[in-house]
């Protein structure tokens, strides 16, 4: 049976320091090893895995930073009026209107971080036309 990997160990050290429990890791390692060895270099390559995978489950994902940019394109779809009976937006519409007129041609999803921007101050043109139809009735 193997001994815990390098990058393991140093894995193993990131993920505790990230999840805020340096201070257990002895409890931690204790929990998962065979032998009952409060050390991790004392951990099998399977137990070290395991561990990993715990503590890999306990740290925060992290939010898409084009989600507010997303946020922002389907909230002026949503004032325009291009929803469902269910008053949420009709995403198929606003693909469409992605895909035809934006410019990159793709469904908002397949927009990378770097092109958003630009179709946000497209949606942003599209909305002010919208309300200035709007303001003259």
């Known amino acids: 049976m193997q001994k815990i990997l390098p990058w393991q160990n140093k894995r193993l050290h990131q993920l505790l320091t990230e999840t805020g429990l340096a201070e257990e890791k002895k409890a931690l390692v204790l929990q998962y090893s065979s032998i009952d060895s409060e050390s991790s270099k004392d951990l099998l390559v399977n137990e070290a895995n395991s561990l990993i995978k715990h503590l890999e489950n306990m740290v925060p ?5 084009g989600d507010v940019q997303r946020k922002k394109i389907i909230s002026f779809a ?3 009026g291009w929803k469902l009976e269910n008053d949420r937006v009709d995403m198929a519409r606003l693909d469409n209107w992605c895909k035809h007129y ?5 469904k908002l999803n397949d927009h990378t971080l770097q ?11 599209v909305y002010d036309t919208f309300m200035k139809g709007v303001r003259k009735w």
């Open 61 to 65: 994902k992290k939010a898409d930073p």
């Open 78 to 80: 949503h004032k325009m």
């Open 102 to 106: 934006g410019r990159y041609h793709k």
């Open 115 to 125: 092109e958003l921007p630009y179709l946000v101050t497209q949606i942003e043109e």
